[in-house]
């Protein structure tokens, strides 16, 4: 499976009801499991972003469509990026010309 990094900011409606957004957390925890992703790793941060998420996900199709379901409820913005771990970054530098 793909690695991906998702940067969160919540919207003024999910800052509004931040106190349920656990329960929302628990929710896409679900909606990952359902599509046959996984969830790895989420952290509350400070900066320009409000969530991190790193995420296994079978292809670009099935994080696009996590994406939009996440962002369609109001809560939160996201911006996805495609993350390569090391062994992955060394295979594509290798493969260079």
Not at 6 to 11: A, E, K
Not at 50 to 56: G, K, N, P, Q, T
Not at 79 to 95: G, M, N, Q, S, V
Request: hydrophobic content about 45%.
């Amino acid at each position: 499976m793909a690695t991906y990094i998702t940067l969160i900011r919540w919207t003024q409606k999910g800052i509004e009801n931040v106190k349920e957004s656990p329960a929302r957390l628990d929710a896409v925890k679900k909606a990952y499991k359902a599509m046959g992703a996984e969830l790895k790793e989420f952290y509350l941060v400070m900066g320009q972003y409000d969530m991190v998420v790193v995420s296994e996900v079978p292809d670009d199709e099935t994080v696009a469509k996590l994406a939009l379901s996440m962002g369609s409820e109001g809560a939160i913005r996201t911006e996805t990026l495609r993350a390569f771990t090391e062994d992955e970054y060394r295979k594509i530098i290798a493969a260079l010309p």
